[in-house]
């Protein structure tokens, strides 16, 4: 009931493409969930985050869709660089100062 | 903007040895946590740490691990006896009463 799961493993998108990472979860408790970036040899840096109180939040070019019913939420990435091209991580926790429970992970692509 | 800054960057060591690894959480913040991630695959929470005791803990924070933060500024993971399967990168984390988690970029440890 912890877990968070990650879809897709991997992505490749075109530059200027929309790319969208999914995340579902099953603890209803939890009420915040963040997106982080990785890039290689570097730590999670927090790129948007949400509570279930809103749908959707956006910042720039990264939307976190949020389904409270449906217990998904997903981040599209539009307008995807080769700069984009980095690992995502979905996480969530229950409240401040709690444990953060990460997805899987999906290793995004974005070709020129 | 302020950093969680973490020391090594990469630590290389023998089998049975004890390991210490180092972070300096941000000045204000109040809650300290240690992550780890396995080359490839997800961040794993390994241990929170608040006013001054262990507030939480996964399965993996065995007796092997211990936590400390020796004084106002240092917040450490030491590593007992370690195995070749303890290699992997260690994240220090810290927020203050919001949500706002800051990783630092994390020590390569290394167990040969």
């Known amino acids: 009931q912890q877990q968070v799961k990650q879809s897709p493993q991997s992505l490749i998108v075109q530059k200027g493409g929309i790319s969208i990472i999914n995340c579902a979860y099953e603890?209803?408790?939890?009420?915040?969930f963040p997106w982080y970036q990785q890039f290689p040899g570097k730590g999670p840096a927090l790129l948007i985050a949400?509570?279930?109180?809103?749908s959707e939040k956006k910042e720039g070019r990264f939307t976190i869709s949020f389904n409270k019913s449906a217990k998904q939420f997903s981040l599209h990435i539009m307008d995807s660089q080769p700069g984009d091209s980095a690992t995502y991580f979905c996480?969530?926790?229950?409240?401040?100062?709690?444990?953060?429970?990460f997805g899987k992970g999906t290793t995004l692509s974005v070709s020129s | 903007e302020p950093e969680v800054t973490q020391t090594p960057s990469h630590q290389v060591t023998q089998m049975g040895q004890e390991v210490i690894l180092r972070c300096v959480p941000i000045?204000?913040?109040?809650?300290f946590y240690w992550y780890r991630q396995i080359l490839g695959q997800k961040v794993e929470f390994l241990v929170s740490?608040?006013?001054?005791?262990?507030?939480?803990k996964s399965e993996i924070f065995d007796d092997q691990f211990s936590v400390e933060r020796p004084d106002g500024s240092n917040f450490t993971l030491k590593i007992r006896s370690t195995k070749l399967e303890d290699s992997a990168m260690y994240f220090c984390?810290?927020?203050?009463?919001?949500?706002?988690?800051?990783f630092g970029s994390g020590t390569r440890l290394t167990v040969v």
């Open positions: 949400i509570r279930p109180d809103v």
């Open positions: 000045s204000n913040h109040l809650y």
């Open positions: 996480a969530a926790s229950t409240q401040a100062g709690t444990a953060l429970i």
């Open positions: 740490f608040y006013n001054n005791e262990i507030s939480e």
């Open positions: 603890n209803t408790a939890f009420d915040y």
């Open positions: 984390a810290s927020t203050g009463t919001t949500y706002g988690y800051t």
